[in-house]
């Protein structure tokens, strides 16, 4: 197994996309032997893989299980399709395609990359969440979750000065903010309970609303599905 054999395989029956937020390439077969062959070879390389079956289902013109293994970290998407690049023939266009898209959109800082030393003297310090994300470029979401792995809490709401919690929630605050946390309202279209402020409809169904108005914005696929579940 080398890369020139990759390319080889990848131009036949691989897939340089974006799914969802991310980039993503993939590789399906109906006979899993040549992928385990090759997966073992790109995670020499130091790349992460993924792997899943897709059952069988002949009511979609599916009768035999489908294996995919595919890569979806930024990082490793990068590394790969700039491997490739020199030995693809006919997916040459869709793989430099992929590599702007990524370049577009640099990756954030992965989570093992992060000194938490950093994090807990910035917090002791007093500062906020959003400001030490904002000070280590990271996402915020990503600072909560180093945040619940190394055992420290943020403050939440009062006033914020200069990146630091100046004042805390007074009582009144405090209950307002809990009475609004509650999950008080109803969506639209189905019986689910949800957030005060959080819009008309629950996740689930604001993404069916999205794609039945807006049928152009949305890949065919896409709106085959959401078809489907309306019409139930
Ligand atoms: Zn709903």
Same mark, same amino acid.
């Given at each position: ?28 077969? =109906?006979?899993?032997?040549? &992928?385990?062959?090759?997966? *073992? @070879? /790109? ?7 993924? !792997? ?11 009768? =035999?299980?489908?294996?995919?293994? !595919? ?6 998407? $990068?590394?790969?399709?700039? &491997? &490739?690049?020199?030995?693809? *023939? ?11 898209? /990524? ?8 989570? %093992?990359? /992060? ?7 910035? !917090? ?21 979750? &180093?945040?619940?792995?190394?055992? *420290? ?7 914020? $000065? ?16 809990? +009475?609004?946390?509650? $999950? ?18 629950? =996740? ?13 914005? @949305?890949?065919?696929? %896409?709106?085959?599905?959401? +078809? ?5």
């Amino acid at each position: 197994m080398n890369l020139n054999y990759l390319a080889g395989f990848t131009d036949g029956e691989g897939c340089f996309c974006v799914c969802g937020r991310g980039p993503r390439i993939d590789w399906g077969q =109906n006979d899993p032997e040549v &992928l385990k062959e090759i997966r *073992i @070879f /790109i995670e020499s390389l130091g790349i992460h893989t993924n !792997w899943s079956v897709v059952k069988a289902n002949p009511k979609k013109r599916r009768p =035999n299980p489908i294996t995919h293994l !595919w890569i979806a970290r930024k990082r490793d998407c $990068k590394m790969l399709c700039e &491997l &490739l690049l020199p030995y693809l *023939i006919t997916k040459k266009a869709d793989c430099a395609k992929l590599l702007g898209w /990524i370049k577009d959109r640099p990756y954030l800082k992965n989570l %093992n990359h /992060i000194p938490s030393e950093q994090i807990i003297t910035l !917090w002791e310090q007093g500062y906020t969440g959003t400001y030490i994300a904002k000070e280590l470029k990271i996402s915020r979401s990503k600072l909560s979750t &180093l945040s619940k792995k190394i055992g *420290i809490v943020f403050q939440s709401g009062g006033k914020i $000065k200069n990146g630091k919690h100046a004042k805390g929630l007074s009582r009144d605050e405090l209950r307002e903010r809990k +009475r609004n946390k509650e $999950k008080s309202k109803k969506c639209l279209d189905c019986p689910k309970l949800i957030w005060k402020y959080s819009g008309v409809r629950c =996740n689930s169904c604001a993404t069916k609303y999205r794609h039945q108005i807006k049928p152009g914005s @949305f890949k065919v696929s %896409n709106i085959k599905s959401v +078809r489907g579940a309306t019409d139930q």
